[in-house]
Structures are given as structure tokens and as C-alpha cells.
């Protein structure tokens, strides 16, 4: 057995940090997430502001360089799921109206949350007393946001309940009610814009607490009910804010789009070849050899995995792009690394850059095709990569 120790002391020292960009990494353009708030706020009615979506750390694409751009392409506020994604966001300096979109319940959180200058999404009568002793405490008015559920069955006030609960709600003086909002279930489906739709439904269901409160006469209180695909339904939807998450990361969020939106992604996913090998025909490759070769293959291992948050049901149905081309991932995504059929490539070598996701030249792949692909969801492909990416500002 070698028992040799090694003295790290007298062993070269290396400056600086490890390259972001040494394996795989995600590139973020700032510019594009700027752009698409812009284009989006420009077919809002009059005076309606735009929310900006920012939770699982800007789908994904960094929540701070997404507020920033947000706020600088015309977003009033944000909007987050948790009090942790909050109060990171203060951290950076950000100092635009922020909303918890998540449900805030003890004592100690909706106090941080306060102490934040956060706003809670609050549901029922119980949260608003504590809000509002917290508000007494400190000589202060709490501001909230107040939730209706219109058919989404997940937060809010009962609809049945929620006149009698906002009479008793305004007569407490230390809060604030500056929003009251629902959140649409089937914005995004083919039939949405049908009038006897779940989507027309939860609508008017909306507007007729809206009459019944009187909230024409009630200042300064935020009403929004759209969401991306919401949004795209027409003005009817807008009301006084709309809360814009995927369509402001450059990807149409429901089929009832009629127009070219001209958004532009503004995420690319990039690994490097780290390996390269041929191989015969018969040959299997990855995890119980799901894929065999049938011909002499050469193959580009890559590494990034399931562990970087590529679904591993993508495997043998995605393909990546090099120089303008497409080539085949082949075999089982493993946590690390994936193989890609490189064969009719005559410059892809160690060292050379993939795309996973994103645009060159004509050739385009959007989460909305992986999405297809395993029987997901565009955020859900989104929010999957996980932190050792390193996220890049690329402009």
C-alpha cells in the first residue's frame, strides 16, 4: 500500500476561478428578456401594468438579471413563489413591489415578510389579522395582496365567502389591500376564448365580486387575474396588471395566439465535447444498451446529465446542434453525461461547443420541443436545471 502523503504547500497554486463555461452552462440575454417586456407591455390596454414572474430563480434563468431587465424593458413588479426568492431579491438591491405568490401562514414569516417590505398572497380571514397586528406593532400598514379562488382550486378565498370576509377585511387599519387577484386554470387550452369556457367562467365569476365589493370605488387597489396565456386573450383579460412569467422568456404560451408576438429566447443551453470514440455496428451504448449501433458509429460524450437537470425520458429523442447541423443524442441520459451521434461530422471534436437548447442559423430547439418530446410542459423543462449549470450574461 502506498502511504505516501502528499504536501499540498509545494504544489503549484492557480489564480482565478474554474472556467463557467469548462463543461456546460446555460447563457442568458438580458437584452432579449428586455425586449420581450417591452413588446408584451406594448399590446397591454392603457395604464395596465405588467408583473413580472420571477420565481425558481427566473425559470431557470437567474432571478436578478431577470428583475433587472424586466424592471428596465417597463415591469412595475415582480412576482415570486417563496419568502426566500423575496428576500434574495431585496438582497440584490431590487426595490420594486414584490409579491409572494406562495401561501405565507405563521406569525414568523408573514414578520419577515413585513420586515422585507415583501407582499403576502393572503387567503384567508386568519393571515389578515396577523398581517394586520403586525402592521398595529409597528406603528404601520401592512401590504397584502388578497386571493380569490375562481376555479383553480388551489389558493384563495371561497368565492361564496369572500364579500362577506372583504367587508370585515377593510375594517382593519393597519393593513393594506393593494391587489386582489385570481389566477386562471385553462388559459393556455384551444377552447379558452369559447364563451361558455372554464377560462370565460372564472372571469366572470371575478368581475361579478369585483361589482358586488364596489371595488370601482375602493383606490389604489391592484385588480389582475391574466397570466402569459391570460394575457394573449385580449384586453378584457388585462384588468389593472397582468402577471407575465413564460411569454417574457421568449416562448408563446397558448395556442389562441393569432399574431407573431416577436419574442426572442433568451436562454441557451451549451455543453462541451469533454470525449470521443467509435464505434462498430452491434455495438450497445449508455445504460442497458437501449440504443445499438447499426453501423460504425462515432460517438461525442458530453458532459451534462439528469443531474443538470435534462429529463432523463428525453433519451433517444432529442437531437443538439453543431456548426448549423443536427445530431442525434443516442442511448440513455445518464447523470453526468449523454452520447451524441457525431458520425457525419467532420468537425466536432474535444473541446467543441453543443447546443442543447436555442438558435443557429436556421436550426432552433425550444423547451417547447422537449416538452413534446417527453410529455411535459415548457416551465417544467425550465425550472428543472439545476444550480451547477453556471448561468452566463452574455450581453
Not at 397570466?227 to 404560451?253: C, E, I, Q, T
Not at 469533454?274 to 449508455?286: A, L
Not at 432523463?312 to 441520459?333: A, C, D, F
Not at 436550426?363 to 444550480?387: H, V, Y
Request: charged share 25%; net charge positive; glycine share 8%.
Amino acid at each position: 500500500m502506498n502511504n505516501r502523503k502528499i504536501n499540498f504547500d509545494t504544489l503549484p497554486s492557480f489564480e482565478g476561478e474554474i472556467d463557467p463555461t469548462q463543461r456546460a452552462w446555460i447563457e442568458v440575454s438580458g437584452k432579449a428578456i428586455e425586449s420581450n417586456v417591452r413588446q408584451l407591455r406594448s399590446k397591454l390596454k392603457n395604464n395596465c401594468e405588467f408583473m413580472a414572474v420571477v420565481k425558481a430563480d427566473g425559470y431557470g434563468h437567474d432571478a436578478k438579471v431577470v428583475s433587472e431587465k424586466a424592471i428596465k424593458g417597463g415591469a412595475s413588479q415582480l412576482g415570486v413563489a417563496t419568502l426566500k426568492e423575496g428576500i434574495k431579491l431585496r438582497s440584490f438591491g431590487i426595490n420594486a413591489p414584490i409579491l409572494v405568490l406562495g401561501n405565507l401562514y405563521t406569525k414568523k414569516d408573514l414578520l419577515i415578510c413585513f420586515r422585507n417590505d415583501l407582499m403576502p398572497t393572503i387567503s384567508t380571514f386568519r393571515e389578515c389579522l396577523i398581517c394586520n397586528n403586525i402592521g398595529k406593532s409597528n406603528n404601520l400598514k401592512f401590504s397584502l395582496h388578497l386571493k380569490v379562488d375562481t376555479g383553480m382550486s388551489r389558493l384563495g378565498f371561497e368565492c361564496d365567502q369572500f364579500v362577506q370576509q372583504f367587508n370585515n377585511i377593510k375594517s382593519l387599519e393597519n393593513i393594506a389591500v393593494k391587489g386582489i387577484y385570481s389566477h386562471l386554470a385553462c388559459a393556455d387550452e384551444k377552447n379558452a376564448l369559447n364563451p361558455k369556457s372554464s377560462t370565460q367562467l372564472q372571469k366572470e365569476k371575478f368581475q361579478e365580486l369585483l361589482k358586488i365589493i364596489d371595488i370601482d370605488n375602493t383606490q389604489n387597489i391592484k385588480i389582475h387575474l391574466a397570466n402569459s396565456a391570460g394575457m394573449v386573450l385580449g384586453k378584457d383579460f388585462h384588468f389593472d396588471m397582468v402577471r407575465v412569467g413564460l411569454s417574457m422568456y421568449g416562448y408563446d404560451p397558448s395556442v389562441n395566439i393569432n399574431e407573431n408576438l416577436f419574442l426572442k429566447p433568451a436562454l441557451f443551453l451549451k455543453a462541451k465535447v469533454t470525449f470521443v470514440r467509435t464505434i462498430e455496428k452491434g455495438i450497445g451504448v449508455s445504460y442497458g444498451n437501449k440504443f445499438v449501433s447499426d453501423r460504425k458509429t462515432k460517438l461525442a460524450v458530453l458532459s451534462i446529465g439528469y443531474a443538470d437537470g435534462i429529463i432523463r425520458n428525453l433519451s433517444g429523442k432529442i437531437s443538439l446542434i453543431h456548426n448549423k447541423r443536427l445530431y442525434p443524442q443516442v442511448g440513455s441520459i445518464t447523470m453526468d453525461q449523454m452520447m451524441v451521434d457525431i458520425t457525419d461530422s467532420n468537425d466536432i471534436e474535444v473541446g467543441s461547443t453543443m447546443l442543447l437548447l436555442g438558435s443557429e442559423g436556421d436550426k432552433s430547439i425550444s423547451p417547447i420541443d422537449w416538452a413534446d418530446k417527453c410529455n411535459s410542459i415548457p416551465w417544467e423543462i425550465l425550472c428543472s436545471f439545476k444550480n451547477r449549470l453556471p448561468r452566463v450574461q452574455v450581453d
